[in-house]
């Protein structure tokens, strides 16, 4: 393949009114889909007004903000008072019990009142945070249901310690911007869980007691489905004892008359007995719209972009143009997965952005990302286009037939994503070529947050260059065996 072989091709390609429009229509019509959605969408939340004492709707608002910029939950129990300087505070965990609420039965109203229980992530400990505002920076080290000892800050990082059990001694210090949580089983021995460091924390900052719960998760016929579910520490040899403490239930919800706690958490005191209860999480946020939903429409471009090229090589089967064993192959692949390229990136690098400033004064508040991600789903789209276009323009040399090559191409692109979203298995995204849809996943699993982590939700198995990697693959593999077949054909049939 040369340079001339390719500009033979290009030729071919651009003469073709029906391939030049097609290709068209595979970016215009992601495009218009995804600016029509950002501007039609619409989420509200109701809310009590008081001057006209009803409920009313209005946009739904933005998500809470962490210190990185992602979006988090910060909502728990904290019962604390103010720490001058450098210092600690330690306490044993004595036990921790909780409620989960069952769902209620089919065709029924809010269902059964809570039950006994806890969730895994059911957690309870010690804090240092910078005040009480929501979104802050903190560090923790704590006790959970299911899973041990943990040293967490900041919402999205995480340290284990041991499997934990009751009771167990926790202690948090401070130096300068660095926290050190440690755990004991008697204590007297004190292990060392994690360090965090908070760059720019205040001389100043709130330490203290905790409780909180995330709420417990199933998947319902409609999509994921959270009930409510709270966890109740109770702490003792608590440790400085004197000052006074305050309590925040920071981030309860309200209800729609916008002054009563909706689930309240509380804390008592009796003697050296501290008892706190809490519901709610502190974590990254799974909960929002990722970016790449914006880009809905790819599903019907890329089906366009098949079309093109099945029959950028078909139609030159039906007249006899073959030229040189292989190099015109290869020739027509660099053509096609670069204009499929354009038609994937240029509709995306225009619909992610406005998408991103449309929707939020509409009360659709998509997840943040950082700018890697941005251009990962953005590139990443046209790279998927591409190598679908590659995969495709080889299954169409390999079939010859035009209208099965584009039913095998759909078939192996498509149909394997749709079963893994109606819950055939996760693996299709591991081992067939829809894996490189992963490509454009903008969201991340973190294996100390509860979630329903499957492609439904817009997680998939693979991280998005590898699963990028198994459609790569495939394209490659395919094509490989189309320059082959092809060259033995024309060693028979020697071209004119």
């Not at 309860?252 to 706190?276: A, N, Q, Y």
């Not at 914006?294 to 143009?321: K, M, P, S």
């Not at 894996?435 to 939700?457: K, N």
Request: hydrophobic share 45%; charged share 15%; with cysteine.
């Amino acid at each position: 393949m040369d340079s001339v072989e390719i500009r033979a091709e290009w030729t071919s390609f651009r003469t073709s009114r029906g391939r030049v429009i097609g290709m068209v229509l595979a970016a215009l019509v992601p495009l218009a889909l995804g600016l029509t959605l950002a501007a039609t969408s619409r989420a509200t939340c109701g809310k009590f007004d008081i001057q006209k004492r009803a409920i009313v709707e209005e946009p739904c608002p933005p998500p809470i903000l962490g210190p990185g910029g992602q979006a988090v939950e910060d909502n728990f129990y904290f019962v604390h008072q103010p720490l001058h300087g450098d210092g600690s505070i330690t306490a044993r965990v004595n036990s921790m019990t909780g409620r989960i609420k069952e769902p209620p039965p089919p065709g029924t109203g809010g269902g059964p009142p809570p039950v006994p229980g806890l969730v895994p992530w059911a957690k309870a400990g010690l804090m240092v945070k910078d005040g009480v505002k929501q979104g802050s920076q903190y560090a923790a080290v704590m006790v959970t249901a299911q899973h041990g000892v943990r040293m967490q800050y900041n919402f999205t990082e995480d340290t284990a310690g041991s499997a934990g059990g009751y009771p167990r001694w926790l202690r948090l210090t401070r130096a300068g911007d660095t926290l050190t949580g440690f755990e004991s089983a008697d204590g007297e021995q004190w292990t060392e869980v994690g360090k965090a460091r908070l760059d720019g924390l205040p001389e100043t900052v709130e330490i203290g007691l905790f409780a909180a719960s995330p709420g417990a998760l199933t998947m319902a016929r409609g999509g994921p489905e959270e009930r409510f579910a709270e966890a109740t520490a109770v702490f003792d040899q608590v440790s400085p004892q004197d000052g006074t403490w305050k309590r925040d239930d920071i981030g309860v919800e309200l209800e729609l008359d916008g002054v009563t706690p909706h689930h309240p958490g509380g804390f008592s005191r009796s003697g050296d007995k501290f008892i706190v209860t809490g519901a709610d999480d502190i974590a990254p946020s799974t909960d929002g719209q990722p970016i790449e939903r914006t880009l809905i429409g790819g599903f019907v471009g890329l089906i366009l972009v098949i079309v093109v090229a099945v029959t950028f090589v078909t139609a030159e089967n039906r007249r006899g143009q073959i030229r040189r064993p292989g190099a015109d192959l290869a020739a027509k692949s660099v053509v096609i997965g670069t204009v499929a390229f354009l038609a994937g990136v240029i509709p995306a690098a225009i619909v992610v952005p406005a998408g991103l400033k449309m929707l939020p004064p509409n009360g659709i508040h998509p997840l943040p990302v950082s700018l890697p991600t941005y251009l990962q789903v953005i590139v990443g789209t046209g790279l998927l286009f591409a190598a679908v276009a590659v995969l495709s323009l080889a299954l169409g040399a390999l079939i010859k037939r035009g209208i099965v090559a584009i039913t095998v191409a759909v078939a192996v692109v498509f149909l394997p994503y749709v079963l893994a979203l109606a819950g055939a298995g996760a693996w299709l995204l591991v081992f067939t070529p829809a894996a490189g849809f992963a490509i454009q996943q903008s969201v991340r699993e973190y294996a100390h947050v509860q979630g329903i982590y499957l492609p439904i939700t817009g997680y998939f198995p693979l991280a998005p260059w590898a699963g990028f990697g198994v459609l790569c693959a495939y394209a490659a593999l395919v094509l490989g065996l189309a320059m082959r077949r092809r060259g033995r054909l024309q060693s028979i049939v020697p071209a004119p």
